[in-house]
């Protein structure tokens, strides 16, 4: 995990956020229109362009879309180019963390310094009692300090927000470079070691740290042995789980030859049953699928609990933990696509199941992987989206996809994913609208936590199955002839 592959979005990015919960923008239109990222590019650039000297706001909102863009298709310097101008028209604190995160990103000669120069001006009056919506900025503001050089500093704006800070990968990670700085190796174990456990000792960045580390306090021949227990642990946890879902793992590898792990629930009738590939969002754990998938399995279908790269046992030294997608994103969904024919391939050897046509399900964000899936493999001809969270620019070649496919399509949705209802609306217009479905619920929740929640989602879903994807009518026995007399 290196320091630019572990510096994630805070959330997303401010202005993103700032945008979903505002009134559409010229911008934001344009997001579902353009059914390609260059050409998505080419809009917003021209759209900033024509609207600069009359609304520098809207201008800088089409210039952080591009960055977006490019940061996610892998050119942080394009990226740090339009924030630079964006920050040039905007200079609100989301436009502030926009160019540091690309900064940060990019890391070139001098760009930690220009980033806490540019985070300067918004950190917390009084650093030492923040409140948690200024955490994530704090955060970052001490990053860049680490990365300029200045460890005790960034430990001392850390320590008031550890404890928010810590409950998410990249900043036990950042947490622990500040402390392994400062040579205080007992808290970069502690830091470490979930990370460890959670990418099966494969991160080398993180193992590096660790290994260091224990070697500094004498204990490096117990440091293996410890983290292997720890796995351990957490396999025998998974293993009572899939105990009570009647479940198993599966193992098997991408077109490409990476590690990919998979969990796999197989009706014990009929003989040749359909199947489903389930995409299971980063960062949610198996536990949360139990209903969805054992809901799936009662209809009939071979079900496989498909894990992104980066997760569970989709895991390599090239893809560790979720953080590694950053600054790929686009090339990895692409390549998480190609892995459901995998998955489907497993399914057809470990499950005879029946792979002539196929549903596949995204769920949050891996909901454009999913519709990518479809478009890779015509045999994923039936679609669930359940809470899609798309990042603003896959949301038009999402669109397009879906317009071209014309395959049925059933969106799940909660109350919970009020800021994504804009998003289903747009791509349930472009489907087949006699075959396709929108289904809300009023119980709490999102992502697979919703089938927890409400037992008559499940039962909506099995009807629309039936309609969309019937099962072939076995042909009518013809009678057997009477002789004729003689």
């Known amino acids: 995990m290196r320091h630019v592959a572990v510096l994630l979005p805070l959330v997303l990015s401010l202005a993103v956020t700032a945008v979903a919960l505002a009134q559409p923008s010229t911008s934001d239109a344009l997001l579902f229109a353009a059914p390609t990222g260059a050409e998505l590019r080419a809009r917003l650039l021209a759209h900033a362009d024509s609207v600069a000297a009359t609304d520098a706001p809207e201008a800088a909102r089409a210039l952080a879309y591009r960055g977006l863009s490019f940061a996610r298709e892998g050119e942080p310097d394009s990226a740090v180019a339009l924030y630079q101008r964006t920050f040039g028209l905007d200079h609100r604190p989301e436009r502030r963390i926009d160019l540091a995160e690309a900064l940060l990103m990019r890391l070139a000669k001098g760009d930690a310094e220009r980033a806490r120069a540019v985070l300067r001006p918004i950190q917390p009056v009084t650093p030492e009692l923040p409140d948690v919506g200024a955490a994530t900025v704090q955060g970052l503001f001490a990053w860049s300090h680490y990365l300029a050089g200045s460890a005790d500093s960034a430990a001392r704006l850390l320590a008031p ?55 500094k306090l004498n204990a490096g021949r117990r440091l293996e042995p410890r983290l292997l227990y720890e796995i351990a642990q957490r396999d025998k946890v998974e293993a009572e789980l899939l105990a009570a879902l009647s479940a ?14 998979g969990v796999l629930l197989a009706p014990s009738a009929p003989a040749r049953p359909r199947a489903a590939v389930v995409l299971v ?19 009939g279908l071979a079900v496989m609990l498909l894990e992104p790269r980066g997760s569970g046992r989709s895991v390599a030294a090239g893809c560790p933990l979720p953080d590694s997608w950053r600054g790929r994103e686009a090339q990895m969904q692409t390549r998480s696509a190609g892995d459901v024919r995998a998955a489907v391939r497993a399914l057809a050897r470990e499950a005879k199941a029946d792979t002539a046509r196929y549903l596949v399900v995204g769920v949050g964000a891996s909901a454009p992987i999913a519709v990518e899936a479809a478009r890779l493999d015509r045999r994923a001809g039936v679609l669930m989206l359940v809470s899609p969270t798309p990042s603003p620019v896959d949301r038009g070649p999402m669109r397009a996809t879906l317009a071209a496919l014309r395959r049925p399509v059933y969106f799940q949705t909660g109350p919970e994913d009020f800021t994504t209802w804009e998003v289903i609306d747009s791509l349930y217009r472009v489907c087949d609208q006699r075959a396709s479905r929108v289904a809300d619920t009023d119980k709490p929740g999102t992502h697979a936590t919703l089938f927890r929640r409400d037992p008559k989602i499940l039962e909506r879903l099995r009807r629309w199955l039936a309609e969309a994807w019937p099962r072939p009518t076995a042909p009518r026995a013809t009678p057997p002839s009477r002789p004729r007399k003689g």
């Open 161 to 215: 927000i550890e404890t928010w800070l810590s409950t998410r990968q990249e900043w036990r990670y950042r947490m622990a470079c500040v402390a392994f700085e400062r040579a205080d190796w007992t808290r970069v174990i502690i830091l470490l070691t979930p990370l460890a456990v959670a990418s099966r000792n494969l991160d080398v960045d993180v193992m590096d740290l660790l290994k260091k580390s224990a070697e």
């Open 248 to 261: 198993r793992r599966v193992s098997f590898t991408g077109g490409d030859g990476f590690p990919l792990g």
């Open 281 to 299: 969002a980063a960062g949610d754990t198996l536990a949360v699928y139990d209903t969805l998938a054992v809901g799936l399995r009662r209809m």
